[in-house]
């Protein structure tokens, strides 16, 4: 029997998306919506184990203050359990800053959760590229942008602040 696929039950415009997916229908449900500076401890602490990089909390004020619509998290039942936050960096463009998923979330399609409901403010906002910048090492990260029609664009050298190269990503509706 083929898992259900994932039902939206609402649009995204500022009320939260809810996804049914055959985990969630065991357990509570996936629950995408706006970040609020209440979600800042665990967005941090997301960053720190997944992407290895330690922001000041002024960072994400910032980024939720450019795109509000573009900052979403992921919460199964009371915990916040992954992140996208983007910003829209030229007319038409969105650039993601950093998609993030606890290691013990990982692989239970909250990150496609996130990136469903972003492309789908970005698509509704009349956006037309994406881009983003991705650990060179990061082979799950790159299959799982490639997925969503990211193309490699540029080798970033010495990218990240541990001097680790990186690759810039580019995604056209």
């Known amino acids: 029997m083929a898992s259900p ?51 000041p909390t002024s960072l994400y004020l910032d980024i939720h203050r450019w795109w509000r619509d573009g900052f979403l998290v992921a919460e199964e039942g009371s915990s916040v359990v992954g992140f996208l936050a983007a910003v829209v960096s030229a007319p038409q463009l969105a650039r993601v800053l950093m998609l993030a998923v606890y290691g013990t979330w990982r692989r239970r399609g909250i990150g496609s959760a996130l990136m469903d409901a972003f492309l789908k403010e970005c698509a509704m906002r009349g956006i037309h590229g994406v881009e983003l ?41």
């Open 133 to 173: 910048e991705v650990r060179k090492s990061n082979d799950s990260a790159i299959r799982f942008y490639t997925r969503y029609g990211f193309e490699i664009t540029n080798l970033l050298p010495k990218f990240y602040t541990d001097g680790e190269d990186g690759y810039k990503m580019r995604r056209h509706f």
């Open 5 to 55: 696929s994932p039902s939206h039950t609402s649009s995204f415009g500022g009320a939260p998306l809810r996804i049914k997916s055959a985990l969630a229908l065991r357990g509570p449900v996936l629950r995408v919506r706006p970040f609020s500076p209440q979600d800042l401890p665990p967005v941090s602490a997301i960053v720190r184990d997944a992407l290895r990089e330690n922001y």
